[in-house]
């Protein structure tokens, strides 16, 4: 590391409570609004061992295909949203594959993986572009999952 980035590194530090407390606050707000439709499998960020760093909103969607799921995202990807998959199975990376695992074998992970977005998530998100990815993503979901099912 160079004496600048760990000159960066420190100041981040210094700022990395307040980070925290702002993470913390999209996700309350996220989880309030997901939290009242059926279809929200919401993350789970604190347990009684553990406790997330806050730097992804990885929902999953329940009852829902990898196709539906990229559906979705395509929505809001047209909405000018950035998501994104974050937790790829490791037997999915070539390294794997050529070793002869297959996500087969893994049905746990496949799921997780095929329901999983990850939604924006950063210290100057503001309440407006917090309501427009919560309206946006339950429009894409229920567009998507009530239309394509029926």
Same mark, same amino acid.
């Given at each position: 590391m160079t004496d600048i980035m760990a000159s960066i590194g420190q100041v981040e530090l210094e700022r990395y409570a307040e980070t925290l407390?702002? !993470?913390?606050?999209? *996700? @309350?707000?996220?989880?309030? @609004? #997901?939290?009242?439709?059926?279809?929200?499998?919401?993350?789970? #960020?604190?347990?009684?061992? !553990?406790?997330?760093?806050?730097?992804?909103?990885?929902? !999953?969607?329940?009852?829902?295909?990898?196709?539906?799921? $990229?559906?979705?995202?395509?929505?809001? =990807? $047209?909405? $000018?949203?950035?998501?994104? *998959?974050? #937790?790829?199975?490791?037997?999915? #990376?070539? =390294?794997?594959?050529?070793l002869g695992y297959s996500l087969q074998h893994y049905p746990k992970a496949k799921d997780n993986y095929e329901r999983e977005i990850s939604l924006p998530l950063f210290y100057n998100l503001t309440e407006e572009q917090q309501q427009y990815v919560i309206d946006n993503l339950i429009k894409a979901v229920n567009k998507t999952l009530y239309i394509t099912c029926n």
């Open positions: 407390e702002r !993470r913390k606050q999209i *996700v @309350a707000n996220y989880n309030e @609004a #997901f939290a009242k439709y059926p279809w929200a499998q919401l993350p789970e #960020f604190k347990s009684n061992w !553990r406790e997330s760093s806050y730097h992804l909103y990885p929902i !999953r969607i329940k009852n829902c295909t990898e196709k539906q799921r $990229d559906a979705i995202m395509q929505k809001m =990807f $047209d909405a $000018d949203i950035a998501v994104n *998959v974050h #937790f790829i199975p490791v037997p999915m #990376f070539s =390294f794997y594959t050529k």
